[in-house]
């Protein structure tokens, strides 16, 4: 599709010059009638002098009120329309007053009185300042809706965004204490190279998460090279027990998705499939567009959903004695975050493949940027800044 050179404004962009060219639109519209009307009941050219400044007339008059309808229309209803009910009459009445005088003086040898003429016009008048009235009412409260819609918007934005803050931060001490509580047994064991090592890839993970936004969203491959750092820091408390392979499609490369989407999904299966097992488990990450959707897949080789303690990984409760000891922010906070960032245009499943184990499916609408836009820090580069 062309893109215009040049972007279109909403009319109402700059309220001050939308009502000046309305208020010159309109009062044009009404002289040209009036002339229209006067030439087709063959008056006389001078007429249209009359015509003139009766639009000037009213052109001024209703510049007035627009100051007064300024301050009313902030008021209560009560207020605003009583004072208005009485304003507008007041100047109908000074509109025809100005128009019958100056018909009068050109009309000398007109039997009709002042009276009369005042009469004739102040029915016209009125029509012409209760249309605007009506009209400038309508215009501006029109826009306040408009303002109070946009300011609900933002405010909706805003608050997803803080609730997107707020899920995302959870991960972080959650992960962060069983990292320093191994850290803290390494350093017991007096095994410092390790406790070193593993101290340095957290300090690079965290550096990571802090500099790129709560809210925002990364490509895959910045996604998968996070994941890995997650993983050389877990690999270190469980070695060869910790059996990782990733099957990324390179198509889905370049795909959009929030940020550590996928560390809570691999936390929750070492938490619940490696941790468990002497002999540990293996974690399948992989990522495929299916259609217009990017499928991201988390298996693990651990029991599933068969024995007790870890049918509570669906719900993020683990049990001692038959009494909750911690509460996971693990498969719930991604719901709750594919949720706000998708709304029902995603799709969240837990499975048991036929195999053993378990699953967990996600598929999120393709959002593909280009190589050369880098709106996050990549993760190689934070690691070689916190050597």
């Not at 997107?164 to 991960?171: G, I, K, N, S, W």
């Not at 488990?281 to 024995?307: F, H, K, N, Y």
């Amino acid at each position: 599709m062309a893109v215009l050179p040049i972007q279109p404004n909403p009319f109402f962009a700059n309220k001050n010059q939308a009502f000046w060219r309305l208020q010159l639109a309109g009062w044009a519209g009404a002289m040209l009638l009036r002339a229209m009307s006067a030439i087709a009941n063959d008056q006389p050219a001078a007429f249209l002098v009359l015509v003139l400044i009766a639009t000037v007339t009213g052109f001024s008059i209703s510049l007035v009120l627009a100051v007064i309808y300024r301050q009313l229309i902030g008021q209560r209803p009560l207020v605003t329309w009583g004072v208005t009910m009485l304003v507008l009459p007041f100047a109908v009445g000074l509109h025809a007053f100005i128009d019958a005088w100056v018909i009068s003086l050109y009309r000398t040898e007109s039997e009709a009185n002042f009276a009369q003429l005042f009469i004739g016009v102040f029915y016209l008048d009125a029509t012409l300042l209760g249309a605007w009235s009506a009209l400038y009412y309508a215009i501006n409260f029109y826009l306040q809706v408009e303002d109070q819609n946009d300011q609900l918007i933002q405010l909706e934005s805003q608050a997803t965004q803080a609730q997107l803050a707020m899920l995302r931060y959870q991960l972080n001490p959650h992960f962060l204490f069983n990292t320093l509580n191994s850290i803290s047994t390494l350093v017991l064991l007096k095994q410092t190279e390790p406790a070193n090592a593993m101290l340095s890839r957290l300090s690079s993970f965290l550096r990571y998460t802090l500099v790129n936004k709560p809210s925002g969203r990364v490509t895959v491959a910045q996604e998968v090279e996070t994941l890995k750092l997650y993983l050389d820091i877990e690999r270190m408390r469980f070695e060869e027990r910790l059996r990782t392979h990733f099957d990324i499609d390179p198509a889905t490369e370049n795909a959009m998705l929030p940020s550590l989407l996928l560390q809570p999904l691999v936390e929750n299966a070492i938490k619940y499939a490696v941790s468990p097992q002497e002999s540990g488990a293996e974690i399948d990450i992989s990522t495929q567009l299916v259609g217009q959707m990017l499928r991201i897949t988390v298996s693990d080789t651990g029991p599933g959903l068969q024995s007790s303690a870890t049918s509570n990984r669906l719900s993020g409760v683990t049990y001692d004695g038959g009494e909750p000891v911690s509460t996971g922010v693990g498969l719930s906070n991604i719901r709750d975050r594919l949720a706000q960032a998708y709304g029902d245009k995603h799709r969240f499943e837990t499975i048991e493949p036929p195999d053993g184990g378990f699953a967990v499916i996600i598929e999120i609408p393709v959002e593909l940027r280009e190589q050369h836009e880098e709106e996050s820090v990549p993760v190689r580069a934070v690691s070689v800044a916190a050597r």
